[in-house]
């Protein structure tokens, strides 16, 4: 609520229900639930009209801009189910492969040359037979087991792991469940 204080009064209410139902969105596009697809869609649209009737000279991420009125479309062809996880974090690794590649990985001779073995060592990154001639065997160095590093169950004893939002104001766990097909 500190970054709240520094917002004029005009824009505190619609703030605070744009990140509300942004919030409420990404938990129930980021679950695998059943997921009322209407109500998403409703929900989502609102919530993207709010943002660009607030704040009229706003730019639209891209990835806000697939989100709000396009996510509804990838539950409803899932089944109606929540997508599991929502993330840039796959992208911005294979961008990140992609900058490696090209500084350290490819002819500086050409243009062409370079670009095609970019992508000759992002085709052999993402297949998995060739991959797994190279893949590296990961030991837990505090279990001792082949699979994991991160995320040990023996590190995490007496933790709560669970995604719990029973602590959460009431007002987002009742837009969540709206959007939830009970």
Avoid: W
């Avoid at 970054?3 to 605070?16: G, H, I």
């Avoid at 938990?27 to 998403?40: G, P, Q, T």
């Avoid at 490696?100 to 993402?126: N, P, T, W």
């Amino acid at each position: 609520m500190i970054a709240l204080s520094f917002v004029p009064n005009v824009y505190r209410d619609a703030l605070t229900e744009i990140h509300r139902n942004l919030s409420a969105l990404l938990r129930v596009a980021s679950s695998n639930e059943v997921v009322d697809v209407d109500r998403f869609r409703v929900s989502s649209q609102e919530t993207y009209i709010l943002i660009l009737q607030t704040f009229p000279l706003v730019s639209i991420s891209n990835t806000l801009h697939k989100f709000l009125p396009h996510v509804h479309q990838f539950i409803e062809r899932n089944d109606s189910v929540g997508l599991c996880s929502l993330s840039e974090e796959g992208s911005e690794q294979r961008l990140k492969l992609i900058r490696e590649f090209s500084a350290y990985l490819s002819r500086k001779s050409d243009f062409l040359s370079g670009l095609s073995d970019v992508a000759m060592r992002l085709y052999i990154y993402g297949c998995p037979i060739l991959n797994e001639k190279f893949r590296k065997t990961i030991i837990c160095s505090t279990c001792g087991q082949v699979g994991h590093q991160k995320n040990c169950v023996n590190t995490r004893q007496g933790e709560n792991v669970t995604n719990n939002i029973d602590n959460e104001d009431s007002l987002l766990q009742n837009s969540i469940n709206e959007l939830f097909l009970y």
